[in-house]
């Protein structure tokens, strides 16, 4: 569990590093199979029926084999684009990162001291703030949509951590609603770079007032 | 069921005319006049009997919902002058509105019988929620009259004017009306009667209420939309919303302050009446300045609702101090003047119609000479524009009169020196209304109807059709009966507000009033009389010494005089704008054209505007500090994701700090 | 044909399914699938009438995944009208999509029948949410409505509907995913103090809400109400809503603002209500009232100097979803009466504005409301429509926004707060100065631009007329019509906390 932390903040580290769209969507997937490492961890430690397996699962279905292809499927029409920002920026989302990072411990310290999850609270809480950091600080659709989907993954662990994962239904809606979030954004993404040339959201900033 | 229903019924089935076919437009537009006269007399009819009767009455047995209809004396006060305006109003309109043909004639009908329902309705309410309804209804209706010749630039920004600000009176209205509501925890009248509103809440109560309709009735720093929506609507339409519009605001405060509010603070009536009477004068006063007949007329209006106002208000001082029934005089006051009002302003709002219809024109600057061509609008315009200026014989006296005799009242009773102060000071603003209005009227119809032509659209001014005169015929004799026999209404508006006991003695001589230690007595007949005597000795003076007659033209320093030449409505008014410049703040600008001749004569070009003050002061740097800090404020969205998505952080940021504080 | 309520249910839940099932295969003519359109639209407003008459506000009905009480009754209501409405107004919308400018449609054969199936499965998600009776499938069918009508909004995929639905998507989602947040929080407080039979089911959670631990559920409650706040459009987290009311399709809008919004406000009321008897009301009722007129106050600049006409009603539907979450947060009765009717009227009304919007847009091939002038002349059916609905969605009577707004504001008096009703009805005040300043100079005045005749046909006025007409009639007259009543009545109180 605590190499499954470390590899998951390295992860998250780098993410904040990449500037390439397809490095980025293979970080997004490495974090997803760690999500899934633990999902089979926490559900073999509670029980050993179909509830203990399934999230793993679903996981490595939805968030590690279908939303990163179909992201990098779109990733490989738009060829030659990188995130020209400056390195400022990234600097900026890994700063925070670590500001998270150093929040997060501290955050658990006071509300749960002494609790076993210690780390991987930790990490969860940074993952959501390093996928809104990731939001608000990046200008690419595609890091934007990785920032989105971190943000869910930590969300999701979180929730593992405390509940022992949803209820089955609930679950699965969850997983759907993902999936489907990634296709319309996936659409939407692909239809930007038809009518603007290019997937930099800056450019979006017509609707005002 | 009651007269009053069917009424409500019949109006309804006047506003049938919107979905009439358009080919019978004509027939539509008779139908709804018929429907608002017969409907209108059935109210002024069964009006009579809520006037005599001493309680509230109840018009529908079992309340329909959350709806009660109920009227008592002061409604029936009011719903007489309603029914005779609605009336008479109709009739005129009758001939008034083919004007309109061709351009949504149906609808003007159709709104004419929606408004005078709502006036109605507002009138006969038995709760809150009825009232603010109808009340609603009476603004949004009229509101969409106001906006009927929406063309026009200036009608749609007159009207959108008068709806925004009738909205936030209407707002003010609905918060009194909560904060005696929920101190009753119910809507009822009756029950909101017994509120147990504590003293702070009760003094906001108040002044929300007295804020609210003084905005209707068009008091002094709240009237700013009455002298544009006015001549922006349709005559008949101005004669309603002025002759009988502005007097249910009067209706509503009166409800207030007699049954929720109470009188008892001092103050509450004091401001009142200060409010009235500075409304009064500086009402007059602007309309002595203008030259759009109807926006004279507007101006005037705001004068005579001070006045009704400040009579009020006087009453609720007098009896704060715990003279009930010296009060009664005071309250009679209003209402006489409120009725006699509502007359003078119908007649002369429907002539101003008349003198449009003639030549197609408001400003009195481009008439004269109108007597000639249309005699009996003459007629009757003048007697209106006496009535308005309170001379003998009209209705206008006999309310200006008991309006001073509650200020003499207020007087005898007032124990220190400061309200002594205060009542000089309000006679002096009465008297020099009272002054200000005559010459203003004598300035509008002289400059309108005497003297000779100033333009050419005078021409082709023609004699109104029977229906027109007839309207006016009505009014003028409706104002000269009563200024002849006031007593007939100063009795049935002396019920209203004393119940039985009787205070003005009323007679066909006159009435004679001895409430506080002394007697007054206004008599028509005996004035007559005196005039008759001076008038006999006069034409035997006359007579005694003609010796000869000659007919000259004017000498002119050798050239024949022309129409340019004749005392024009702005120089007429110089003198009161030379007097009153502090407060006028009139916009002189003279340009020099260009010299026609080398050695003499120039072109010149004087432009005069004399900005509302309070528009220029309060509601221009207003309105521009709201679209300001509007446009400013747009600075929040500039279109950036990241940036909405960091409110929403900052949103839960302080929701936890929130949390976690409290 | 005597129907149980749970057959009913299913009819409801089916018919639009299948319909959408049908128009995304897009194998039916044009005029078929205009017409199935409508008869599964007046089937399943049909089955809802039904419903309303075998079902008692008291009794709600409870299946393994389904719940009925009379809160989502008038849900089912409002969602049911709104559906009718759009289906007997779509012919005439999609129709008059020929203009040069924005005839994206035409150009396209099948793109009528996949608006259809978005739209269909769009107001099915939407009975969905209303239906179920588990919070986490509440959250997840919210979600899925924020993605179905993404693509509504994006439907014609210009460059400015692209960029309103990528904030749409990103804002809503983030919003989104701090309600899951929350709803995991609830979960756990079950987990911990109730165990974990029936998980998350509300009725259960409601049953056993009085020994939840205030500290834990006072930070689930934040999570959840900045959550289901962004997607009803709270400020600050508002931005989204006016460019994707402004950039979807006329008719998405109508449903957008009418129903989309009320329908987290529903998800919000029931987790409030699970929430409430251990936070305690004080906290819950400052958020609401104060989030509530802090939008009221962000939408008044925002009207004021405006100049597209769809985003000037969307800043007035935020005005009126502010409103909405005030009346809510003021926890007495008469106020949560009349915040659910006002629900209702608003999404009447709205849904009428939104319409006569876009016949406008078609009309002068503008939504810029600078170019519009002289309405009443050239187009005046459309001009009439326009000052109804405007009239009635600015709190006049005789139509029903009126009677809601009256007894919410009302609310503010009887719940000790006076002050703040004052306020909100100044910012009402400035509401009205801004709307109607704009829509008076588009009604009158003489037009310098050609419109191209008017497009209001027989149908479409007479759907519109129809929502009017209804809304105020309901409204009016709610004392005597028994059946809304009670429903209200019963609804109110399970606002206020309780099972009916």
């Given amino acids: ?188 993404t692909s239809r930007m770079r038809l009518s603007f040339m290019t997937t930099d959201t800056s450019v979006m900033k017509k609707l005002k007032g | 069921m009651d007269f009053m229903v069917l009424s409500l019924l019949i109006y309804l089935l006047g506003a049938v005319t919107f979905i009439w076919p358009k080919k019978a437009e004509l027939v539509a537009h008779y139908f709804g006049m018929l429907c608002s006269i017969a409907a209108s007399g059935l109210v002024a009819f069964s009006s009579l009997s809520y006037l005599l009767s001493s309680d509230s009455v109840w018009l529908i047995d079992m309340a329909w919902g959350q709806y009660t209809l109920q009227a008592d004396g002061w409604s029936g006060a009011f719903l007489l002058i309603t029914g005779v305006a609605g009336v008479i109003i109709s009739i005129y309109a009758i001939d008034y509105g083919k004007g309109y043909l061709g351009s949504r004639i149906r609808a003007l009908g159709g709104l004419w019988n929606l408004f005078l329902m709502s006036i109605v309705l507002v009138l006969i309410a038995g709760d809150a929620f009825t009232f603010i309804i109808a009340w609603e209804i009476m603004a949004l209706v009229s509101f969409l009259l106001v906006n009927h010749e929406s063309e026009k630039k200036k009608t749609v920004s007159a009207a959108y004017q008068y709806m925004v600000m009738t909205h936030i009176g209407t707002a003010a209205i609905m918060v009194a009306f909560y904060l005696v509501a929920s101190a009753a925890e119910s809507f009822s009248f009756i029950d909101m009667a017994n509120n147990n509103l504590s003293g702070y809440m009760k003094n906001v109560a108040f002044l929300f209420a007295f804020g609210g309709f003084a905005l209707k009735s068009g008091l002094m720093p709240l009237h700013i939309w009455l002298p544009n929506a006015h001549p922006a609507a349709p005559s008949h339409v101005s004669a309603l919303m002025s002759g009988v519009m502005l007097k249910v605001a009067l209706y509503g405060f009166g409800r207030f302050a007699f049954q929720f509010i109470g009188m008892d603070v001092f103050w509450y009536g004091l401001i009142v009446m200060v409010v009235g009477l500075i409304s009064a004068f500086l009402g007059v006063l602007y309309a002595t300045m203008e030259v759009d007949m109807k926006r004279i007329l507007a101006y005037s209006s705001v004068e005579n609702m001070g006045i009704i106002f400040s009579a009020f208000g006087c009453g609720m001082v007098l009896y704060s101090m715990k003279f009930p029934m010296l009060s009664v005089v005071a309250f009679t006051a209003a209402l006489v003047h409120a009725a006699s009002h509502s007359l003078m302003k119908g007649l002369l709002f429907m002539s101003a119609g008349c003198v449009m219809h003639a030549t197609g024109s408001k400003n009195i600057e481009h008439m004269g000479g109108l007597a000639r061509k249309m005699p009996y609008t003459a007629l009757f315009t003048l007697i209106g524009s006496m009535a308005l200026s309170s001379m003998p014989f009209t209705s206008g006296l006999v309310g200006e009169w008991l309006t001073l005799q509650s200020f003499i009242t207020f007087a005898q009773q007032a124990g220190s020196p400061e309200l002594r102060l205060l009542v000089v000071f309000a006679f002096i603003m009465l008297g020099l209304t009272g002054a200000t209005a005559l010459g203003c009227f004598v300035r509008m119809y002289g400059i309108a109807f005497l003297g000779r032509a100033r333009t050419s659209i005078v021409e082709k001014a023609h004699e109104m059709p029977f229906f027109m005169l007839a309207g006016l015929a009505l009014e003028a004799v409706l104002i000269i009966f009563v200024g002849v026999m006031p007593d007939f209404l100063v009795n049935l508006m ?169 | 044909m005597n129907l149980e309520i749970r057959e009913l249910i299913y009819i409801i839940l089916a018919l639009p399914l299948v319909f959408s099932a049908i128009s995304a295969a897009n194998f039916l003519g044009r005029n078929i699938l205009h017409w199935l359109n409508r008869l599964v639209a007046t089937g399943v407003g049909a089955a809802i009438v039904m419903l309303l008459m075998t079902f008692d506000a008291y009794i709600p009905f409870a299946g393994q995944y389904i719940y009925l009480d009379a809160l989502s009754m008038w849900m089912l209501i409002i969602i049911g009208t709104l559906y009718l409405a759009f289906a007997w107004t779509s012919k005439a919308y999609l129709d008059r999509d020929t203009n040069k400018r924005y005839g994206y449609l035409r150009r396209f054969g099948y793109l009528e029948g996949r608006f259809y199936a978005l739209s269909h499965i769009f107001v099915w998600i939407m009975f969905l949410v209303v239906l179920v009776n588990n919070l986490g499938l509440m959250w997840v069918t919210i979600e899925a409505t924020t993605l179905v009508s993404a693509l509504l909004v994006a439907f014609k995929f210009t460059r400015t509907s692209l960029e309103a639905t990528w904030k749409y998507v990103m804002v809503c989602t983030v919003g989104i995913c701090l309600a899951l947040l929350g709803t995991i929080i609830v979960y756990y407080i079950q987990l911990t103090t109730m165990g974990s039979d029936s998980p998350l089911n509300w009725l259960y959670m409601v049953e056993h809400s009085k020994n939840i631990d205030p500290v834990m559920a006072k930070f689930a409650f934040c999570f959840l109400f900045v959550g289901y706040g962004t997607k009803i459009g709270l400020a600050p987290m508002h931005a989204w809503l006016p460019d994707a009311h402004s950039e979807a399709p006329a008719l998405t809008s109508g449903l957008l603002s009418g129903s989309l919004c009320i329908c987290a406000i529903y998800v919000l009321i029931r987790n409030i209500v699970i929430l409430m008897p251990s936070i305690g009301i004080d906290f819950i009722s400052g958020l609401c009232l104060f989030f509530g007129i802090f939008t009221i106050a962000v939408a008044v600049p925002f009207v004021v100097v405006q100049r597209d006409i769809k985003r000037m009603l969307a800043y007035s539907s935020m005005e009126n979803f502010g409103l909405m979450v005030a009346g809510l947060g003021l926890f007495v009765p008469i106020a949560a009466q009349a915040m659910l009717l006002h629900m209702f009227n608003h999404a009447l009304v709205k849904y009428s504005l939104f319409y006569t919007a876009g016949t406008i847009m078609e009309e002068y091939g503008t939504k810029n409301m600078m170019r519009i002038h002289g309405m009443m002349v050239q187009v005046p059916r459309t001009a009439c429509f326009l000052l109804l609905s405007i009239v009635a969605i600015l709190g006049m009577p005789p139509f029903g926004v009126f009677f809601s707004k009256f007894y919410m504001i009302y609310g503010f008096f009887t719940a000790e707060h006076p002050w703040l009703g004052v306020i909100t009805l100044v910012l009402l005040a400035g509401m009205l100065i801004g709307i109607l300043y704009h829509i008076l100079r588009m009604l009158g005045g003489q037009s310098k631009k050609k419109s191209s005749g008017e497009l209001f046909g027989v149908i479409d006025s007479l759907t519109i007329a129809g929502l009017l007409i209804f809304s105020g009639i309901a409204s009016a007259g709610l004392s005597d019509i028994t059946v809304l009543n009670r429903l209200l009545e019963a609804a109110a109180k399970i606002v206020l906390g309780g099972v009916a």
Avoid at chain 1, 71 to 88: C, D, G, H, P
Avoid at chain 1, 130 to 146: D, F, P, Y
Wanted: aromatic letters at 10%; proline letters at 3%; a positive charge.
């Fill in chain 1, 1 to 188: 569990m605590d190499y499954l932390v470390v590899f998951l903040v390295l992860v998250v580290f780098l993410q904040t590093r990449v500037t390439d769209l397809k490095r980025a969507v293979i970080c997004l997937a490495s974090q997803s199979v760690i999500i899934a490492i633990a999902c089979f961890v926490i559900g073999f430690s509670h029980g050993n029926d179909i509830h203990a397996v399934m999230p793993g699962v679903l996981t490595i279905i939805v968030k590690v084999i279908f939303i990163p292809g179909a992201v990098y499927r779109l990733v490989k029409k738009l060829k030659n684009e990188r995130e020209i920002v400056s390195a400022s920026n990234v600097n900026y989302s890994t700063m925070a990162a670590a500001l998270f990072l150093v929040m997060g411990y501290a955050l658990v310290e006071r509300l749960m001291p002494g609790s076993v999850g210690r780390d991987i609270v930790a990490a969860s809480i940074l993952m959501i703030m390093t996928g809104l950091s990731l939001m608000v600080l990046r200008k690419r659709a595609i890091i934007q949509i990785c920032g989105l989907i971190t943000l869910e993954n930590g969300i999701y662990l979180l929730g593992l951590l405390m509940t022992e994962g949803l209820p089955l239904v609930v679950e699965l809606g969850v997983f759907l609603d993902v999936l489907i979030a990634v296709v319309v954004l996936v659409i939407l």
């Fill in chain 2, 494 to 662: 002396q019920r209203v507000v004393s119940g039985s006991g009787i205070i003005l003695m009323g007679n066909p001589l006159g009435i004679m009033w001895g409430g506080s230690g002394y007697y007054a007595l206004y008599s028509p007949a005996i004035i007559f009389i005196v005039f008759a005597f001076i008038g006999v000795f006069m034409v035997a003076a006359v007579y005694r010494s003609s010796t000869f007659q000659t007919k000259e033209v004017t000498w002119n320093c050798g050239t024949v005089p022309t129409s340019r030449q004749q005392y024009s409505a702005t120089g007429f008014s110089k003198p009161l704008r030379r007097a009153f410049d502090g407060i006028l703040n009139p916009k002189r600008r003279t340009t020099y054209l260009r010299k026609e001749h080398a050695y003499f004569g120039r072109k010149l070009h004087y432009e005069l505007s004399i900005p509302d003050l309070f528009n220029d002061k309060l509601y221009r740097p207003l309105q521009q500090m709201l679209i300001n800090s509007s446009s400013s404020f747009h600075r929040i969205q500039e279109g950036s994701v990241s940036i909405y998505i960091g409110y929403t952080m900052v949103a839960m940021i302080v929701v936890l700090i929130w949390g976690v504080l409290l």
